[in-house]
T-cell receptor, first 112, second 110 residues
Framework: DGGITQSPKYLFRKEGQNVTLSCEQN?????MYWYRQDPGQGLRLIYY???????QKGDIAEGYSVSREKKESFPLTVTSAQKNPTAFYLC???????????FGPGTRLTVT | RKEVEQDPGPFNVPEGATVAFNCTYSNSASQSFFWYRQDCRKEPKLLMS???SGNEDGRFTAQLNRASQYISLLIRDSKLSDSATYLCVVNLYNFNKFYFGSGTKLNVKP
C-alpha cells in the first residue's frame, strides 16, 4: 500500500518541551512538505524539501526545524521557541513541480 | 491580498441539488489548479485537477477561467456524503508556491 504515514495522531506536551512529529512516505516522491492548519484557516507552509539533504523555510518556519536524511522521511521538530504550537500538522509529498500533493493523516498537537 | 480566496459558506443544500463554488486567485502566472476535499478533522484529499479546457469526473465538473482568474467546482445531484470543506489550490510551478484557500463548507441535508 503506497501512501504517507504520520505519527502520532494526537500528541500532548507541556510548554517548554521540544517535540518531533514523524512523516514517512513510500510513494518515491522527491518533494515533501510540512503545513500547519489552524481552525477556520488555510494551510500554511512551514518547511519543504525538494530532495534528500536539502530543505527550505516556508512562510512560518520560526520555532520549527526539519531534517531530510532519507528520501522517505521528513520529521518536524516543534521547539519551545514556537509561540503558538497547538495546531493540526500535515505532511505532504509531491512527485514533482506542478503535480498534486498527497497528504498524510495529520498530527494534532496540543501544548499546555 | 490573499493568493487564493474562497467564500467560506456554509452552503446548505438538499440532497439532489446542484451546487457551485468559485475561487479566485491573484497571481496570473499560476500554472496548475486543484480542488481538494477535507472532512472534519481529517487531511485534505485530492478531488480533481483543473485543466484549461475544463474537466468532469462523474458528478463533479471543474472549470478554469484564466482571463478572470477564477476556478469553479460544480457538484450535481448532491449526496449526503458530499458534505465536507472544499479547498481550492493554486500552484505557480514552484515547490514553495502551492497556495491553499481557506475552504468552502458544504452541508448536504436529507
Amino acid at each position: 500500500d503506497g501512501g504517507i504515514t504520520q505519527s502520532p495522531k494526537y500528541l500532548f506536551r507541556k510548554e517548554g518541551q521540544n517535540v518531533t512529529l514523524s512523516c514517512e512516505q513510500n510513494l518515491n516522491h522527491d518533494a515533501m512538505y510540512w503545513y500547519r492548519q489552524d481552525p477556520g484557516q488555510g494551510l500554511r507552509l512551514i518547511y519543504y524539501s525538494q530532495i534528500v539533504n536539502d530543505f527550505q523555510k516556508g512562510d512560518i518556519a520560526e520555532g520549527y526545524s526539519v531534517s531530510r536524511e532519507k528520501k522517505e522521511s521528513f520529521p518536524l521538530t516543534v521547539t519551545s521557541a514556537q509561540k503558538n504550537p497547538t495546531a493540526f500538522y500535515l505532511c505532504a509529498s509531491q512527485m514533482g513541480e506542478g503535480y498534486e500533493q498527497y497528504f498524510g493523516p495529520g498530527t494534532r498537537l496540543t501544548v499546555t | 491580498r490573499k493568493e487564493v480566496e474562497q467564500d467560506p459558506g456554509p452552503f446548505n443544500v438538499p440532497e439532489g441539488a446542484t451546487v457551485a463554488f468559485n475561487c479566485t486567485y491573484s497571481n496570473s502566472a499560476s500554472q496548475s489548479f486543484f480542488w481538494y476535499r477535507q472532512d472534519c478533522r481529517k487531511e485534505p484529499k485530492l478531488l480533481m485537477s483543473v485543466y484549461s479546457s475544463g474537466n468532469e469526473d462523474g458528478r463533479f465538473t471543474a472549470q478554469l477561467n484564466r482571463a478572470s482568474q477564477y476556478i469553479s467546482l460544480l457538484i450535481r445531484d448532491s449526496k449526503l456524503s458530499d458534505s465536507a470543506t472544499y479547498l481550492c489550490v493554486v500552484n505557480l510551478y514552484n515547490f514553495n508556491k502551492f497556495y491553499f484557500g481557506s475552504g468552502t463548507k458544504l452541508n448536504v441535508k436529507p
